[in-house]
């Protein structure tokens, strides 16, 4: 939403993630909303869902295979290079998955 604010953005990106191995690869993720890059965070570490401090409701992390990351704004030259770019791209209308990896080998 438009009116979330930072640390609601920041949760929302952050949690509740279905991800393989190639999480431990990821540099920066992204919050991403009608194709716009609106945030770019670095990731620090990934964490099972519901390990670490959040402001969101929790779903069932006892029962979860999913993962949040725990990280920072980005810093200002990594920012002015990604925020408010399209990334419709990557998206495909029909795309059901949320994420998507990009320049990691």
Same mark, same amino acid.
């Not at 191995?21 to 431990?24: F, G, L, M, S």
């Given at each position: 939403r438009h009116t979330m604010t930072p640390l609601e953005l920041y949760d929302a990106t952050r949690i509740a993630w279905k991800l393989g191995?190639?999480?431990?690869k990821v540099r920066f993720a992204m919050s991403i909303y009608a194709g716009v890059i609106r945030e770019? +965070?670095?990731v620090m570490g990934w964490y099972p869902e519901g390990s670490t401090f959040q402001t969101?409701?929790?779903r069932n992390p006892k029962e979860s295979d999913r993962w949040e990351f725990v990280g920072? /704004?980005?810093e200002e030259k990594i920012r002015k290079k990604y925020i +408010?770019?399209?990334v419709a791209h990557y998206f495909p209308p029909a795309s059901q998955n949320p /994420?998507? +990896?990009v320049g990691i080998e």
């Open positions: 191995k190639d999480r431990e770019v +965070y670095e969101l409701p929790n920072r /704004i980005a +408010y770019r399209s /994420i998507q +990896y």
